[in-house]
């Protein structure tokens, strides 16, 4: 699978230059401009030359960028123009979820102000917003109520400043005067192809599945694929990253059967909450997490990643909804089925249903080739009260060991010896590099 944010870790140096893929290029000024505090930003590293801290250093990040931007605008790809209408939607997304986890009551104190965002004078500039204070809480509804009224008031103003505003101003979400915010850029009313074609350079460069491209990036990518449409960008470029022409094809189907519309602002806001989300994971705050999944599903109902995240956070208070989700997530192709498979395995015995969670982790098994070598943040199990989490190197390996305690507890000896040897097995072929099949 194109893993754009790979290809910027494998970068020779840590700040942009002409030794850059363009990949990288697009994908380093998507992540800067859309950074906060609640996720880690993606960049190069070298124990040589370890980099800048981007993340501390509100200068550094601005350096990176204006380098970033400079090289793409030399090599034909008018980074100006990618950042305004290729981007827009992304920009606007930024404030608006840390203006709305303000107004919701949950937002870490000093999130924006890591970001070096100053809510109170974006606040002054952008036009009133009345929300109903009554019942408060944290709940999807509640996130629907307020991010309709960021689209309807805040959205056409965060777009005319994108259109005008200068580029370091937008990566560094500085605050403009009110008088700034009056009335839609001519740019955003005119020519619809413009905007369409940069949405579809930064879906090519930086968005890894097709499948969250946009409908128009899609249709032009076949276009281009199909010899009518030129290159928005000179070829060279273009031909870094090679989209599989079935994939590109399916898709388009899928879409055209299912009727599917492209991400409106509620929906790019709910990636937004979707980082926000994980950060409260990791503090324990899954109640509130669940929240902001919850309405990040109801945005984006097609995401497994975000299905697969509310199932997780679902476990400690409702593990029956928790392995609702959970199957839903892995029904739509969730990327670390591993993951998944252990989280579903967990509800089930929650649910006193040890055979159903053997005999999804045998099927899963069958299926299985190393390597799924990623860490994972699993609940650790079996669960305290206050179920904490714990992380693990490796998901099949913590999978592995689950079912050879649960073999052993329920006194099924022949199950028990059958994933020991798998475990050590696995383990081994692991620690080999090995890609063989264990059934």
Partial sequence: MFDPHRTLLSEVSTSPDARWWTISLVTAVRGLLTWTPAEELVWPSHATNPGPKLEANPDARLE?????????????????????YGMPNEIAAVLGGLLMLRDLGIEEPELADQRGVDLEAWRAALPPVELNTSG???????????????????VPALFSWIASAPLTSLVMLSPPEASQLGHPHPGFN???????????????????????????????EFRWQDGTQPPPCPLDCMIEREVDKDELNAELARRSAHSRGDPDPQSVLASEVDSHARNLVAQGRHHEAAALFEFAALQRPYDADIRNNLGFCLMPENPRAALKELET??????????????????????????????????????????????????WR???????????????????????????????????????????????????????????
């Avoid at 990176?64 to 305004?84: C, P, Q």
Wanted: hydrophobic share 40%; net charge negative.
């Fill in 136 to 154: 408060g809480g944290v709940s999807a509804e509640r996130l629907g109520e307020i991010a309709m009224a960021y689209a309807r008031i805040y």
């Fill in 64 to 84: 990176a960028f204006v380098a970033a931007t400079n090289e793409l605008t030399r090599r034909g790809l008018d980074a100006d123009s990618l950042v305004r």
């Fill in 329 to 378: 997530a892995a029904y739509m192709g969730y990327d670390h089925p591993a993951v998944n498979v252990y989280n579903r395995a967990c509800c089930h015995l929650v649910l006193e249903q040890p055979r159903d969670a053997m005999a999804i982790s045998e099927e899963h098994w069958a299926a299985t080739t190393l390597p799924e070598a990623h860490g994972a943040i699993l």
């Fill in 381 to 439: 199990w079996p669960p305290d009260p206050d179920w904490s989490l714990t992380k693990v190197d490796e998901p099949n390996g913590a999978l592995a060991e689950l079912m050879t305690r649960l073999a052993c507890n329920m006194g099924w000896q022949e199950d028990q010896l059958r994933w020991e040897e798998r475990s050590r097995l696995y383990n081994a072929a692991r620690d080999d590099k090995q890609t063989e099949r264990f059934e």
């Fill in 190 to 220: 005119g020519d619809t192809k413009i905007r369409e074609q940069y949405a579809w350079l930064v879906d090519r460069f930086s968005t890894p599945s097709i499948r969250d491209w946009l409908t128009t990036s899609l249709q032009y």
